[in-house]
């Protein structure tokens, strides 16, 4: 569900801590952000300097439980149960979890992988009318532009942008799988 709402990579949900859950404004929101001195555990990292940002939660995740299920974690990590692979990349057995657990439910085209849901976060967000550089910003895209990438947008405006990002699918609210 964050891959879907929000168009995150695999390897930026997998390696988030808790800590990486903070208010903006009032506003919930996601750090994606590579290790500093003050982390403790593996490193995280980012795939290019665009990708360090601040994304608002959508409404909906937050409708389903997720700020929820942050609250009842007791570690640092925020999916305990991932790990670093042997390579240290954090999305590896992820990854080959999610396509084993893809196809059992008959998922099995082309095109089905995790990072698929990055796509069709950026076709829904089109199909919401966002200005590109809202979704780049949120999607953490780079953008060709050198005037975009001066500044920020202010946390609440991604956000009611965000929240106009729809899909019409049925998710049940979160569990807690520890």
Same mark, same amino acid.
């Given at each position: 569900?964050?891959? %879907?709402?929000?168009?995150?990579?695999?390897?930026?949900? /997998?390696?988030?801590?808790?800590?990486? *859950?903070?208010?903006?404004?009032?506003? !919930? /929101?996601?750090?994606?952000?590579?290790? $500093?001195?003050?982390?403790?555990?593996?490193?995280? #990292?980012?795939?290019? #300097?665009? #990708?360090?940002?601040?994304?608002?939660?959508?409404?909906?995740?937050?409708? *389903?439980?997720? *700020? $929820?299920?942050?609250?009842?974690?007791?570690?640092?990590?925020?999916? @305990?149960?991932?790990?670093?692979?042997?390579?240290?990349?954090?999305? =590896? $057995?992820?990854?080959?979890?999610?396509?084993?657990?893809?196809?059992?439910?008959?998922?099995?085209?082309?095109?089905?992988?995790?990072? !698929?849901?990055?796509?069709?976060?950026?076709?829904?967000?089109? =199909?919401?009318? %966002?200005?590109?550089?809202?979704?780049?910003?949120? #999607?953490?895209?780079? !953008?060709?532009?050198?005037?975009?990438?001066?500044?920020?947008?202010?946390?609440?405006?991604?956000?009611?942008?965000?929240?106009?990002?729809?899909? $019409?699918?049925?998710? @049940?609210?979160?569990?807690?799988?520890?």
């Amino acid at each position: 569900m964050l891959g %879907l709402y929000h168009g995150f990579r695999a390897g930026e949900l /997998c390696q988030l801590d808790k800590a990486d *859950l903070v208010q903006r404004e009032g506003i !919930s /929101c996601l750090r994606i952000r590579p290790s $500093d001195e003050e982390d403790e555990g593996e490193a995280k #990292s980012v795939k290019t #300097s665009e #990708s360090i940002r601040l994304v608002p939660v959508h409404k909906r995740v937050i409708e *389903l439980g997720f *700020l $929820d299920y942050v609250n009842t974690l007791k570690g640092a990590k925020m999916f @305990p149960m991932i790990k670093p692979d042997s390579r240290g990349r954090w999305s =590896g $057995d992820f990854s080959k979890w999610f396509g084993r657990y893809r196809r059992s439910i008959g998922l099995d085209q082309r095109w089905t992988d995790f990072h !698929s849901f990055r796509h069709t976060w950026k076709t829904a967000a089109r =199909g919401a009318e %966002l200005p590109e550089d809202y979704h780049d910003e949120i #999607s953490g895209h780079d !953008s060709a532009s050198v005037g975009r990438s001066y500044g920020r947008y202010p946390v609440r405006v991604l956000k009611r942008a965000l929240d106009k990002v729809r899909f $019409d699918v049925t998710i @049940p609210k979160w569990k807690d799988r520890r």
